[in-house]
Each structure stands twice: as structure tokens, then as C-alpha cells.
């Protein structure tokens, strides 16, 4: 009837047999298994909306093997690298940076210099290979990486975050995660080089300004108008 929940069931038949063991009637068990669909229903739901959210990601998102090899990768690779994601699968992520990052990053490599270190003496290296999670895992390591085809791709600045997936204490592999910062690196360039020509123009001038934020009354002031002024700090 309309309105009624769909249920699903699993049965199972076996025979039954007489006293001269010979099959006479089949007797069959039915096992209400619609818990366990709806589970699966809304994992697999679930799994899909993940995978759209990370295909549709502007940044780059892999996943590495416990042993460096991209196992899954992103439709951004296509725009920033100039690969297909299928064409990065199997590939060791050492490929695609440039040999001082991934000397520098490389887990394998970087750990065994740090044995017989007292703790403490060496700082936390960012590894790319990360195998921690956070809140100390790799995050905001910036990385050069080499593209399919320079002369399609033009160099770009990326920051990646990596961290490690565990199954209890099974090591799965990492998680990658690298954002082009190109933009944002041009754009804080451009804001260092107009501060630095404001400076110079109001030192030739002898011209001095300050600021005031009308919620907290703090005032900023320019170099040259303290020293205008005579006020130091």
C-alpha cells in the first residue's frame, strides 16, 4: 500500500527431508535486512557527495600509497600540471616536485638524518610523505611543482598540507593537499612594492600621515611623520 515503508529482505531456502531422507518440503527464512540497506544507501550517498566535493576542488588533492604512489587525484591537476588525474595514478609524488623540495620534504630521506638528535634540538620537519595528523601534521610548506608541459603551464607558487590515514594502527597512506598561491604571492608583492614607494615618495616630500580606527581609537602613524616629530617607536 501507498504510504508504507519498502522493506528489504534476504531469504534463505533449504530443503527438508522425510524419514527416508529424501527431500519433501523446502523450508525458507527471511531475514529483514532494511537497517543495513539504509546504512549502505546513506554511505554510498555520503561517498559520492565527498567525491564531488573534491573533484570540484580549485586546489590540488591526492592521495598517496604508504609508499609515495598517487592513488587518487583531482580534476585541479588538469589546469595547474597539465595532467589528467587518471595519467598522475601510480606515479611517485617525488616526480612532480622539484628535486630540492622533495630532498628537503621526503620522509624517507629527512628522518634518517634526525636520528640520535636529542629531543628538542631538531624542530618538527614538514615532511610531504606525512604520516602525523593534526594538529601536527604538515600545513602551509611551500612547494614548487613541475608541471606536464612548461610552455602550456607557466611556474606558479603552491602552500601544501598533508596528513596521514590510519585504520586503527594500519597506516593507509596521505593525504595532499596544495593550493596554488600564485595570485596571492603577486598580489602581496605588489601591496610590499606601493608601501615601499610610498615610503620614499614621503621621505623626498617630507610628508607624514597617520591613521585612526574609530572603533578602538588606535592610531597608526606613518615612519616619516615621526621622525617629522620627533617620536620614537
Same mark, same amino acid.
Given at each position: ?11 534463505? +531456502? ?45 586546489? *590540488?588533492?591526492?592521495? *598517496?600509497?604508504?609508499?609515495?604512489? /598517487? ?17 598522475? +595514478?601510480?606515479?611517485?609524488? $617525488? ?18 638524518? *634526525? ?16 604520516? $602525523? ?11 614548487? %611543482? ?9 611556474? $606558479?607558487?603552491?602552500? %601544501? ?10 597506516? %593507509? ?12 604571492? +603577486?598580489?602581496?608583492?605588489? %601591496? ?14 617630507? /610628508? ?10 588606535? $592610531? +597608526? ?6 621622525? *617629522? ?5
Amino acid at each position: 500500500a501507498s504510504g508504507r515503508q519498502k522493506r528489504h529482505f534476504m531469504v534463505v +531456502k533449504f530443503p527438508l527431508c522425510d524419514d527416508k531422507r529424501q527431500a519433501c518440503r523446502v523450508c525458507s527464512i527471511a531475514y529483514d535486512m532494511t537497517d543495513y540497506e539504509q546504512v549502505r544507501e546513506a554511505l554510498r550517498q555520503s561517498e559520492e557527495k565527498y567525491r564531488t566535493m573534491i573533484q570540484t576542488s580549485p586546489d *590540488l588533492i591526492w592521495l *598517496l600509497d604508504p609508499e609515495g604512489r /598517487i592513488q587518487e587525484a583531482n580534476n585541479a591537476s588538469r589546469e595547474l600540471l597539465g595532467y589528467e588525474p587518471d595519467e598522475l +595514478k601510480g606515479m611517485d609524488f $617525488r616526480q612532480l616536485f622539484e628535486p630540492e623540495a622533495a630532498e628537503a620534504h621526503d620522509r624517507e630521506r629527512v628522518l634518517p638524518q *634526525l636520528c640520535g638528535l636529542r629531543r628538542g634540538r631538531a624542530r618538527a620537519p614538514k615532511l610531504i610523505n606525512e604520516r $602525523r595528523q593534526p594538529p601536527r601534521s604538515t600545513s602551509q610548506l611551500e612547494v614548487r %611543482l613541475i608541471p606536464k608541459d612548461c610552455t602550456v603551464c607557466p611556474p $606558479r607558487h603552491f602552500e %601544501l598540507s598533508a596528513c596521514g590515514l590510519w585504520r586503527g594502527m594500519v597506516f %593507509l597512506g596521505t593525504m595532499v593537499v596544495i593550493r596554488d598561491t600564485t595570485e596571492r604571492r +603577486k598580489a602581496e608583492e605588489e %601591496l610590499r612594492e606601493s608601501r615601499e614607494l610610498l615610503a620614499h615618495t614621503q621621505a623626498i616630500g617630507g /610628508i607624514g600621515g597617520f591613521t585612526t580606527n574609530l572603533d578602538t581609537r588606535e $592610531r +597608526k602613524w606613518t615612519d616619516e611623520l615621526r621622525r *617629522l616629530l620627533g617620536v620614537d617607536g
